[in-house]
């Protein structure tokens, strides 16, 4: 039996890459062969500079506007 071998790189803080990550495994639990794929995740960071004319230290990490956050009207 052969397997397929399936590498993800995924920024866990991402957003999208949460959706990616969950649609992957709705896909591999309607697949009738899932169990010869083997997924390997592999962590990847987006944004890891500050965005321009940021100031001061991890303030920045925390700012709701942040690539690859979420803004507050978004929802918890």
Do not use: N, Y
Request: proline residues 14%; aromatic residues 8%; glycine residues 10%.
């Amino acid at each position: 039996m052969r397997t397929l071998r399936i590498d993800v790189w995924s920024d866990v803080v991402c957003p999208w890459c949460h959706i990616g990550k969950r649609r992957l495994e709705t896909a591999l639990g309607r697949f009738e062969h899932a169990d010869e794929v083997e997924v390997h995740w592999h962590s990847f960071q987006l944004e890891p500079r500050p965005p321009p004319g940021a100031t001061g230290g991890p303030s920045w990490t925390r700012s709701p506007t942040r690539p690859g956050r979420r803004p507050p009207s978004c929802g918890p």
